[in-house]
């Protein structure tokens, strides 16, 4: 139990293979807007199944001179709660990751005063963020879920798709997949869209829709939420063999994301919990780099126009 030290909780600045393992870290950092876990420098290093609460700034910080650390497993809560005083966003996102070949997975990161995860220091890559449950974050001021921080270390909300998928910033700033429709009916889940070559795409309800958030708490000035996604529901890939749709074509949407890449169509089993009128958001990742989440989908029902002997389709689903 590492609580109310004035500093940092924990700190780690050298070394490999530092295993941060079982502890509560709460309340630290109060005296110098510090971290619970500051991890200054150093590789190979595991954090994983720790209460993480309460930290003055981020609940975790990797700084630029680690890579390749593992957080995963941990419950991570209410970071950046000294009363805003420690420079708003990112300094209260949940974690801040500034390096290459870090791994985020299976974590809870919930109620951060900034953003969930912020990805910051420049142009990084390798960076994999998967299976987590983000929710409720922004409790400050309207913050996603994931932030790719392309401008420098601010937080600087959405990151728009560009055609070609070719700026740079942490984790190449890729681009995030667009769902243009989803359905359930017949026991099966399908989903249509667009993502970049060989994407590997996570699939999420958002904290919206299991009522952790508000509609608009993600929109952030846009037309439509960015979702934070809180209930990890499978993963497909693009051309893939279950990928229906080898075609690709511009998109273009109000925002202004724009590219022209390929299309994906999935249909699968109906994921537990899933119905009609649920809200599901998405992730893309490639060679270990994660996006931020996309806009959310509303989860509809095909629509059926029925005559005694002939029943209309709407759409392809």
Do not use: M
């Not at 593992?70 to 805003?84: A, L, R, W, Y």
């Not at 005063?113 to 929710?135: E, F, K, R």
């Not at 601010?154 to 429709?181: C, K, M, R």
């Amino acid at each position: 139990y590492i609580s109310d030290n004035t500093d940092q909780g924990i700190w780690v600045n050298g070394g490999t293979s530092t295993l941060i393992q079982n502890n509560e870290v709460t309340v630290n950092g109060n005296g110098a807007c510090n971290d619970n876990i500051r991890i200054q420098n150093g590789s190979g290093i595991v954090v994983t199944q720790n209460l993480i609460s309460n930290a003055a700034s981020f609940g975790i910080e990797i700084e630029t001179g680690s890579g390749g650390i593992t957080i995963s497993e941990n419950t991570i809560t209410n970071s950046g709660q000294d009363g805003g005083n420690c420079g708003g966003s990112p300094e209260n996102a949940g974690i801040l990751v500034i390096g290459n070949n870090s791994t985020l997975t299976n974590n809870i990161i919930a109620s951060s005063g900034g953003a969930g995860i912020v990805l910051g220091g420049g142009n990084t890559t390798g960076n994999l963020i998967s299976q987590n449950s983000i929710y409720a974050n922004g409790t400050t001021s309207p913050a996603l879920g994931i932030d790719i921080d392309a401008s420098g270390t601010s937080g600087d909300g959405v990151t728009l798709n560009e055609t070609g998928d070719a700026d740079n910033g942490p984790n190449g700033s890729i681009n995030f997949p667009v769902i243009t429709s989803s359905f359930v009916g017949g026991g099966v889940l399908t989903v249509r869209g667009w993502a970049r070559p060989g994407a590997t795409i996570e699939w999420f309800l958002t904290d919206i829709n299991e009522g952790t958030a508000s509609a608009g708490d993600n929109q952030l000035g846009l037309s439509t939420d960015y979702g934070e996604g809180q209930i990890y529901l499978g993963t497909s890939v693009e051309g893939s063999a279950s990928d229906l749709d080898s075609t690709s074509s511009l998109y273009i949407d109000d925002d202004g994301n724009t590219d022209t890449t390929n299309k994906f169509h999935f249909i699968v089993a109906i994921p537990s919990g899933v119905q009609a009128n649920d809200l599901i958001t998405s992730t893309a990742t490639i060679g270990n780099s994660t996006s931020e989440f996309s806009p959310f989908s509303v989860v509809k029902v095909p629509t059926l126009i029925t005559n005694r002997r002939i029943t209309y389709r709407v759409k392809k689903d």
